[in-house]
Each structure stands twice: as structure tokens, then as C-alpha cells.
């Protein structure tokens, strides 16, 4: 109880002082070094899967409300663009993975899935199912999802000058009692959601499937999506106190001799998306912000969150992640047998 109540603390005490900063998605950021430090000092702490998936839904809920329809002409019209990106990222992390497989220091299989830019907890439960080791790829996957969303958070700090918002949301100003019944059905439909992708295994189903039905309800007119600031808050810390409790101690002095070529190939990962980003910015027009966002490689909810913080284009963000998790999940088998064979 003592650790819980120092991580707690800790976490709000940093979460707080980067929003104090400016930085957007402060209360998943600050969580999530706290919870590093903490666990590779031997912290044995971890938040319950309950806990995750409902925050995650959460987040699903927030990305519905933020959802605009008319992405969906952006998406019919560009669609070519838009597979040519994520055909290019999916090259990218093909070519770090051999190359941090060639080193010797990971088989070709562990080190295929640790580069692939998908949902981290997905690829980590698809690449035991085809014989890499979880480990490594766990470590792989969540230390690119820390990267990113370092990056991302300082890109859109100090590149895009975008500021954590500092106005009010309407659910802070509307008294709880009024809110209370459209809040209800927001969690109702997380909930709900929630338990519907874990019993279907649906790859990051505890974001889309609350967001397709929240974003449903909503555009028929059936639910105004009510998400007060401490739910968001709380939503948001439990994400980063879950992906930064998955760095233990044990897995890091496990992946320690690889660290460098790792963090090589993450590195070498972000910059090639982020010429993907440039590709996307000049094909189809959009600002740089939300073409650096939609093709970085990082956790969908994670990204969702840092977007809908800032002034990027939450949809065609959101669009363009999932047609590129989509795309991973089918071709990550052949890439990571392609790359064995390539060695």
C-alpha cells in the first residue's frame, strides 16, 4: 500500500508540474516516468487489466466526441495516399527489425515483432503465437511507445507551440447533478465496450469498440458523451502508470546487453516514419502536426490522447493509425518470417 501511495503521489505531484509546463497529455506522461522509476528499482506493482480496459475505453469515448464525419470524404478521396504511408511505415519498421536482427543480438522473429507498429499489447500476444520471445518483445515494443510519446509530447511542445489546454472543458462548469445521467450512459457505453472486445480479443477493441458505438450513439442522437476532467485525468494516468510498471527490473537487465541496438532501431524507426510524415504532409496537404502524429509509431491510445490535447485533425489522425494497425496485424507473419529468411 505504501508503494501504491507514493506512485500515486509521485505521479500527480510530476503530471502536474508538465501541465504547469505546457505539455500536452500531462497526466499520461508524468504517470508513466514516475512508474519507470519505480519499477526498475524493483517496484513488483502492476494495474490491474480491469483497470486498463476501462481507461482505455475511456479514451475511446474522448477520441468519439472529438470525431469529425467529414474525415470521412478525406479518407475516400485520399485513400491512395493514405495506404502509400502505411505501406511505407511498414517497410520502415521491416528494415529496422532486419537490421537490428542482423546485429545477432535478437533472432529474426523477436526482433520483426518488436519493430512493428501496431498496438503494443497485441503484437506482443501475436508474436508468442509465432515463436518469438515476449520478453524481448514487450521490452522492444513499450520502450518505442515511451520514445514516442516523449517525442511526440516535446515535437508538440516546442516544434508546434501547442500548449495543454488551459480552458475550461463545459462538463467542468455544468454542476455534477445535471451532468450525472449523461455520464452514466458515456461510462454505460465504455463498459459495455470494454467487455465486448475482451470476449471477441478485438486488436485494441478497448479503444475502437467504445469509440465506434460512443461516435454511433452520438451522431443518431441517442448520447451527448460526458467525460469530466478527473475521469479524463484518472483515465490518463492509469495508461501511463501501465505502460511504465511493464518496464521491471528482471526484463531490463534481460534486454540489457541488446538496449543499444534497440534503441538504434527505435531511433532509426521514429525518423523513418517521420518521412512518412513529410510524404504525408505533401501528398495530401494536411498540417504537420497531424501528419506527425498519424504516421508516428506509437500506442493508438497514447497517440489519441497526445492528439485530441493538441490542435491536430483527431480523425484523420485516429483513421490513419488504424488502417495501419489493420495492415500489421496481417502482414506481421509474413514480414517476420520474411525477415528469417533474409538473414
Known amino acids: 500500500m505504501k508503494l501504491w501511495t507514493g506512485l500515486f503521489t509521485a505521479s500527480a505531484v510530476f503530471g502536474f508540474l508538465l501541465h504547469l509546463a505546457g505539455f500536452p497529455a500531462a497526466f499520461l506522461i508524468g504517470p508513466m516516468i514516475v512508474a519507470m522509476l519505480f519499477a526498475v528499482r524493483g517496484a513488483n506493482l502492476a494495474v490491474p487489466r480491469p483497470y486498463l480496459l476501462g481507461s ?18 478525406t479518407i475516400a478521396v485520399d485513400w491512395p495516399a493514405m495506404l502509400l504511408v502505411v505501406a511505407t511505415t511498414v517497410v520502415a519498421s521491416t528494415f529496422a527489425g532486419w537490421m537490428i536482427a542482423r546485429t545477432g543480438l535478437l533472432p529474426g522473429t523477436t526482433a520483426a515483432w518488436g519493430c512493428s507498429p501496431g498496438a503494443a499489447t497485441g503484437m506482443v500476444a501475436m508474436a508468442e503465437e509465432f515463436g518469438a520471445d515476449p520478453r524481448l518483445v514487450a521490452f522492444m515494443q513499450f520502450l518505442r511507445v515511451v520514445m514516442v510519446m516523449i517525442v511526440a509530447t516535446v515535437v508538440s511542445r516546442f516544434v508546434f507551440g501547442v500548449m495543454a489546454t488551459e480552458d475550461a472543458p463545459v462538463e467542468a462548469i455544468v454542476t455534477f447533478a445535471d451532468q450525472l445521467p449523461d455520464l452514466l450512459k458515456t461510462l454505460a457505453v465504455a463498459v459495455g465496450g470494454g467487455f465486448v472486445a475482451r470476449t471477441l480479443k478485438v486488436p485494441s477493441g478497448a479503444v475502437f469498440v467504445p469509440l465506434i458505438c460512443a461516435a454511433t450513439l452520438q451522431g443518431f442522437g441517442y448520447l451527448t458523451i460526458t467525460l469530466p476532467p478527473w475521469l479524463l485525468m484518472t483515465a490518463f494516468a492509469i495508461i501511463g502508470l501501465w505502460v511504465g510498471l511493464r518496464f521491471t527490473k528482471e526484463t531490463v537487465l534481460y534486454a540489457f546487453r541488446a538496449l543499444p541496438v534497440m534503441l538504434m532501431g527505435t531511433t532509426m524507426l521514429i525518423l523513418l516514419c517521420c518521412g512518412s510524415a513529410v510524404m504525408l504532409w505533401w501528398l495530401v496537404g494536411t498540417d504537420p502536426q497531424t501528419a506527425f502524429l498519424a504516421t508516428v509509431p506509437g500506442g493508438l491510445d497514447a497517440i489519441a490522447i497526445i492528439a485530441v490535447d493538441s490542435n491536430a485533425d483527431i480523425s484523420f489522425v485516429l483513421a490513419l493509425q488504424t488502417v495501419r494497425l489493420f495492415v500489421v496485424i496481417i502482414t506481421g507473419p509474413m514480414l517476420a518470417r520474411m525477415i528469417c529468411r533474409m538473414l
Request: hydrophobic letters at 60%; aromatic letters at 0%; charged letters at 10%.
Open 56 to 73: 482505455q475505453a475511456i479514451v475511446g469515448c474522448l477520441v468519439a466526441r472529438a470525431l469529425d464525419p467529414s474525415i470521412l470524404i
